[in-house]
Each structure stands twice: as C-alpha cells, then as structure tokens.
C-alpha cells in the first residue's frame, strides 16, 4: 500500500507558524484526496484540511482562515501552512491519502486509503 510520511512537527509558540509535509511512496499509484487530520489527547480524529484531485479545499471551521492545505502533483507531496498557531492547535496531525494503486499480487489497480503516522504539533508558549 501507499505509505505516507510527515514531517515538519514541531514546538511552536502561539502565533507562530509551521509547515507540514505528507510525502506519498510506494509504487504505481493515482492520488485522489489528500487531507490532513489531527488529533488532541482525549477527543476523536477530526478533519482539517483537504484537497481534491481536481484542487478542490475544505477546511475545519476552526482553522479556515488561518490554515492553507496545498499540493504538489509532481512530488506526490500534500502541505499544510499553519499560521497564526493556537494552542488549541496542539494535537498529532495525520496526513490521509486515497486513490488507486498497481498491486503486484493481483495484478490490476486496488483502492488504497492510507495514513501516515503523524506529526507532533505543540503550540505553547
């Protein structure tokens, strides 16, 4: 399966910025959506950003202003502009991939849905 890899985690103070990175690999693949999630101790995995094959955004209320998702079609790279960080903001980030995928032991194109292990975001002063 497509494996993804974040990077650009951080300790930050409030207001600062980050720059998160999510790398796709491994093998003949087709993204569809990319997005990132994240998730604080004690609640649940909520959406923050994401975008579409055809460049389409949404975005988590929460950080709508302040958050910019991107990607870069050539490396296979999504990223996260974070401004204006919160401390609210803290929480792991995960990135999150779909598309299609060759599978060598089937032989035709499969339906991925993969997820990185995440990226550590502190927002604290």
């Known amino acids: 399966q497509v494996q993804l890899v974040e990077s650009g985690g951080g300790l930050v103070q409030p207001g600062g910025s980050l720059r998160l990175s999510c790398a796709a690999s491994?093998?003949?693949?087709?993204?569809?959506?990319m997005g990132w999630y994240r998730q604080a101790p004690g609640k649940e995995r909520e959406l923050v950003a994401g975008?579409?094959?055809?460049?389409?955004?949404n975005y988590a209320d929460s950080v709508k202003d302040r958050f910019t998702i991107s990607k870069d079609n050539g490396k296979n790279t999504a990223y996260l502009q974070m401004n204006g960080l919160k401390a609210e903001d803290t929480a792991v980030y995960y990135c999150?991939?779909?598309?299609?995928?060759?599978?060598?032991?089937?032989?035709?194109?499969?339906?991925?849905?993969?997820w990185g292990q995440g990226t550590q975001v502190t927002v604290s002063s």
């Open positions: 491994g093998g003949l693949f087709r993204l569809n959506t």
């Open positions: 999150n991939a779909d598309g299609t995928i060759f599978d060598a032991m089937k032989s035709f194109p499969v339906d991925f849905d993969s």
């Open positions: 975008i579409t094959s055809s460049g389409s955004t």
